[in-house]
């Protein structure tokens, strides 16, 4: 551009144009005009981009009149011509229009002799070609001509640079299979130790952290040069990919032998402590996603960061806050998860945007909840961080946040009184907090779920159980969701089972009946739920309670049998419970239980099927006749007469089958609902029970949470008055459970008090809950010293563990089997797995027939497994046998690293 | 691997696209219309990566970019490729750019969007790193010139001078439409 301007004269008008056309006349060959003038009319890709700029109004019909104006020139002779209107093809095709219809014009230009004109080509081409793409062979073709022509230009084109590339092509091939390529290391190695070219370096070093996982040996020598590179560079970017590749070190040595390499892990963490403190943002997210890594193997060195991190929080950059939030798990204690809460339930409420909200949330109940509540010492603090939860506005989580009050309230037994307290001010204020916005208000209605289940199973700790069932009668089947709405009834026969029981038992025939008038008077506006759940169970309770009122105009006590329907403690239940469920001894399902059934067994159940369809026909017959012609009823009678038979047939030549049918799809039901027992929608999820141990340490926390605790009592939703009372209510019931405490949880404190060092608890806790969650009747598991292993080594990854446990056998065994078949060759490389040596058996085994002499194929991998064997015994005697150096791999890098002087910019 | 390249303006007009793998011509414009939403809604003091959207299906790809003036340049990579890396690369090739076009603005990338293409070939080919070197790169461009001029030779002359008179609705201004200095081109440390 700056050279046609510089060439541009600087007043030039249009006839002082034809004067310059003239000029070149002269010079010209005769047979060139006609198609040089043909391309002065013709629009070059500037005059379609400006002419694109100056029909902003109308693009698409401007680009359409064009791509005509190009179809006219793709059909004449020149490939000047041809050229151009592909190079504005090339354009069109960025701003999304469809070339493939060119394709062919595209090979044409592509085989032009002119370097400029083959160059367009070539980059429509790129563009635009695919694997569908019909000139695909002649494309291939092309390109095969073109590499092999004399002109250098030309084979630039189809080719590129040769420069670093076969390093990059390695290493991108040895991403997809890096077993393949683990011969190649000392090369790379080598490579590594003199190369001064950072892009290649930083390439090695990331193909190094592929190949490590599978060496471990390389890890081992890379450690060495990879510190001295750390502390030599000065280019960030090698210098983070080095610290990445020591991490990978770190991470597969860990998992085999344990070394000590306490002085790697504190230079990586020192030095992505520098990262993450930089005042570069990139350097910073790069610094936490590197130190994340580390977390998985050695949180300890991690955690001597945590004030960086928990500064990392502030930052205004979302990314580089949620990757901090992802170290936040690995820094959290028992001593320190109120202050990290606390501090994110502060960003809680100043976040902008939703996704980090939400996001927030999400990570402080699952930091809470990690390992069934491993680091919470204090429910009451936990119970209400949670209602603070309820009042973020916005959320997605009411159901999460319901379920983990559930949850808390079922499996902590001494935090029910003052669960129960705060969700009877939820249920009572639920008009106020329903009062939100739509979205709002769905969230905050999930946790009502929770709120009214709790005041309904545990009513005992209700302080006034009159003023709870009022407000749960209030409830609105228009502003309620159907499902929650289910609940609130059903909670509501609880109450009024426990209100009706207290009365009667007063002899208090008054507050009988203003009870049931409540009742009566409230009911009829549930029974017109929509939600059908919530209607029936309207109209259950209403059906009910017409009864009890006949026997309340009688003056006879019915509480004790109404009490009884929610009589039971109910426990959380393990998972697998069904499948611990023992077989009882001589049952067996497929005989039968007394005698064969006979025909008129079935014929009576299949008449009973005949009647139910035929009464449906018939009314449908009734309506269907109404105005019609008046034969239709007796076909229809006729027809399920006729239909009648053949169907008792069948029935009677199926019923096994049949039977056998129905018996698995029964079992198949109750195993997936482990709930059967009482079949509520509102059971905790977590199939283990919550040992009670943790909540003995409240008594020594109880004036430290008093601080913290006040931060999260803001006055929100729920309203500043309402917030005092049950503050009032929290401060009086903690003094009164304090001496409770004191006298009877004396003993499993002590026990916890033992062990009170936060790893060891996390243990103690793991074996509790296996102790906790057998069901009843269950055989004592056979698997449990499994899942206690499985629980210690993912202790970073999984929350649930026991779910995982089937799946870990099969990838075991497979693993393997696979792996070898494909890379029998290079086993020598590998780890000496005993899986490994049985399956080298078995595959040496067809193998030994053949004369060993005249297979190359045979000889090879017995010469690699002697070098193997060699690095083998090197590796493990760990000092290096000079005799040998020669042969070791790794040696001459050794000496050639040590005598290079690397230079960076 | 680079997965693709994209250079739009902060409107999300696409001014460079490049695919390494393919796509449609609708999805690449679904692409670049996302990947302008995630990015527009950045400051210019936070990090400059990015995982999120359709272009980066898979944990294993990300986003990196650099934001110029009216420009956003962004490389989508796999994990094989160092992040910092590639942000050297973006301001390898943007000084490249701003060398061959002396002081480059968004107007040089609109009309050479073909001359551009070719600086971007010998730096990347099919997803891989080429040449991380400025001089090499651009010696390479003086060559391709040479050869181009050698064959556009007499006969392209008419052609220059219609397009010398075509460029004279050219308002003036454009040139001075030019960008204000690139920024971070002073504080370049990790340069290859």
């Given at each position: 551009m700056s050279q046609q301007q510089q060439q541009r004269p600087p007043h030039v008008r249009i006839f002082d144009a034809s004067q310059v056309i003239f000029y070149t006349f002269e010079e010209m060959a005769l047979k060139n005009i006609r198609s040089n003038l043909d391309r002065l009319f013709d629009k070059s890709l500037t005059d379609l981009i400006r002419g694109i700029r100056n029909n902003k109004d109308n693009e698409a019909r401007y680009i359409a009149s064009c791509i005509e104006e190009i179809k006219m020139e793709l059909k004449q002779e020149s490939t000047f011509v041809k050229a151009n209107a592909i190079e504005k093809l090339a354009y069109l095709q960025m701003l999304g229009y469809d070339i493939s219809w060119a394709s062919f014009n595209i090979i044409e230009v592509m085989a032009s002799t002119k370097y400029t004109e083959k160059r367009i080509g070539y980059l429509a081409a790129a563009q635009s070609f695919h694997d569908d793409t019909e000139v695909l062979m002649l494309t291939t073709q092309m390109i095969r001509k073109d590499i092999n022509s004399p002109n250098m230009y030309d084979s630039g084109v189809a080719l590129g640079g040769v420069q670093s590339a076969a390093v990059n092509v390695i290493c991108e091939l040895a991403r997809k299979n890096p077993k393949n390529y683990l011969t190649l290391a000392p090369v790379f190695f080598k490579l590594m130790t003199t190369s001064s070219n950072n892009w290649m370096l930083i390439k090695i070093i990331k193909l190094f952290?592929?190949?490590?996982?599978?060496?471990?040996?390389?890890?081992?020598?890379?450690l060495e040069p990879l510190t001295n590179l750390i502390n030599s560079t000065s280019a960030m970017s090698l210098l983070y990919e080095c610290i990445n590749t020591v991490i990978a070190v770190l991470i597969s040595t860990s998992a085999g032998t344990p070394?000590?390499?306490?002085?790697?892990i504190q230079l990586c963490v020192q030095k992505l402590g520098l990262l993450i403190e930089d005042s570069d943002q990139n350097l910073k997210y790069l610094g936490l996603l590197a130190m994340g890594k580390i977390l998985q193997t050695h949180p300890k060195a991690v955690q001597a960061h945590k004030d960086i991190v928990l500064r990392c929080l502030d930052d205004r950059d979302e990314s580089i806050r949620i990757r901090s939030l992802d170290l936040l798990y690995g820094m959290v204690s028992k001593k320190n998860i109120m202050e990290i809460v606390k501090k994110l339930m502060e960003h809680v409420e100043h976040a902008e945007g939703s996704h980090y909200r939400d996001e927030l949330l999400s990570r402080i109940i699952s930091i809470c909840s990690y390992n069934n509540y491993q680091y919470i010492t204090n429910f009451e603090w936990y119970i209400?961080?949670?209602?603070?939860?309820?009042k973020v506005e916005g959320t997605k989580h009411g159901a999460k946040i319901a379920e983990q009050i559930q949850d808390v309230t079922v499996r902590v037994q001494s935090i029910r009184h003052f669960s129960v307290s705060q969700m009877a001010l939820l249920v009572e204020n639920a008009n106020l907090l329903l009062s939100g916005s739509a979205q709002q208000r769905s969230n905050i209605s999930e946790v009502l779920l929770a709120a009214a289940w709790i005041c309904g199973e545990y009513w005992e700790h209700v302080r006034d159980l009159d003023g709870v069932l009022a407000a749960m009668l209030k409830a609105k089947p228009s502003l309620m969701p159907g499902h929650i709405l289910s609940v609130y009834v059903q909670n509501i026969g609880k109450l009024y089972a426990a209100l009706l029981g207290k009365a009667e038992a007063e002899d208090d025939w008054d507050a009988v009946e203003s009870l049931d008038n409540l009742m009566m008077s409230k009911l009829p506006e549930l029974e017109l739920a929509e939600h059908l759940e919530a209607q029936e169970r309207a109209c259950t309770l209403a059906a009910m309670l017409r009864v009890l009122e006949q026997y309340h105009s009688r003056k006879e006590k019915v509480g004790a049998e109404v009490c009884q329907l929610y009589e039971g403690e109910l426990n959380p239940v393990a998972g697998k419970a069904q499948r611990k469920v023992p077989l009882p001894e001589g049952l067996d399902l497929d005989v039968w239980i007394g005698e064969e059934w006979q025909e008129s067994a079935s014929e009576s159940s299949d008449e009973d099927e005949a009647e139910k369809t035929f009464g449906q026909m018939r009314v449908r017959s009734e309506f269907a006749n109404f105005g019609g012609p008046p034969r239709y009823e007796s076909d229809e009678e006729a027809e399920p007469a006729h239909q009648k038979k053949p169907k008792k047939k069948a029935s009677t030549e199926l019923t096994p089958a049949e039977l056998e049918k129905r018996k698995l799809q029964r079992e198949r039901e109750i195993q997936s609902n482990p709930y059967y027992v009482k079949g509520t929608a509102t059971q905790p999820k977590r199939p283990t029970e919550f040992q009670m141990a943790p909540k003995a340490e409240e008594n020594g926390t109880t004036s430290a949470h008093l601080n913290i605790?006040?931060?999260?009592?803001?006055?929100?939703?729920?309203?500043l008055s309402r917030y005092m009372e049950q503050q009032d209510a929290t401060l009086t019931w903690k003094k009164a459970k304090k001496e409770k405490k004191k006298?009877?949880?004396?003993?499993?404190?002590?026990r916890h008090d033992t062990t009170s060092d936060e790893d060891e608890a996390a243990v103690v806790h793991q074996v509790n809950r296996h102790d906790g969650e057998m069901p009843e009747n269950a055989k004592s598991t056979d698997d449990e010293a499994e899942e206690k292993t499985n629980g210690l080594t993912d202790e970073f990854k999984a929350l649930d563990v026991n779910l995982d446990e089937p799946l870990r056998p099969d990838e075991i065994v497979r693993g393997p089997q696979a792996y070898i078949r494909q890379t029998v060759s290079h086993r020598p490389l590998m780890h000496p797995y005993a899986i490994d040596e049985a399956y080298s058996m078995e595959y040496q085994g067809p193998l030994q027939p053949r004369p060993p002499t005249t297979g190359p194929l045979l000889k090879k991998p017995?010469?690699?497994?002697?070098?193997?064997?060699?690095e083998d015994r090197k590796g493990c005697g760990g000092k290096a046998q000079e005799k040998e150096e020669g042969k070791n791999p790794w040696s001459d890098g050794h000496k050639r690293r040590t005598g290079c002087a690397r230079g960076h910019k | 691997m680079i997965k693709a390249i994209l250079v739009f303006n902060n409107h999300g007009k696409p001014r460079l696209l490049k695919f390494y793998h393919h796509y449609t011509e609708e999805q690449q414009q679904q692409i670049v219309r996302e990947t302008f939403q995630?990015?527009?809604?950045?400051?210019?003091?936070?990090?400059?990566?990015?995982?999120g959207g359709t272009l980066i299906g898979g944990n294993d790809y990300r986003l990196i970019y650099r934001h110029y003036a009216t420009l956003y340049f962004i490389f989508c990579v796999d994990s094989s490729e160092s992040e910092l890396g590639i942000l050297d690369l973006i301001q390898v090739f943007v000084e490249t750019l701003d060398r061959c076009f002396e002081n480059v603005c968004e107007l040089d990338l609109i009309f050479h969007v073909d001359k551009v293409h070719h600086i971007l070939g010998e730096l990347v080919m099919g997803g891989m790193v080429l040449e991380t070197n400025m001089t090499e790169i651009l010696l390479r461009r003086e060559e391709q010139e040479k050869l181009e001029k050698q064959e556009a030779g007499i006969s392209a002359a008419p052609a220059r001078a219609v397009s010398a008179v075509k460029s004279m609705n050219l308002p003036q201004q454009i040139k001075d439409l030019k960008l204000p200095d690139l920024p971070g081109l002073s504080n370049l440390k990790n340069a290859f």
């Open positions: 952290g592929a190949l490590v996982p599978l060496e471990p040996r390389l890890g081992k020598k890379l070394g000590d390499h306490t002085t790697s209400s961080v949670l209602v603070e939860l309820t605790q006040s931060p999260l009592e803001i006055p929100g939703v729920v309203g006298t009877t949880k004396k003993g499993k404190k002590k017995a010469v690699e497994t002697e070098e193997e064997k060699e | 995630l990015v527009s809604k950045r400051d210019d003091n936070v990090c400059n990566f990015l995982e």
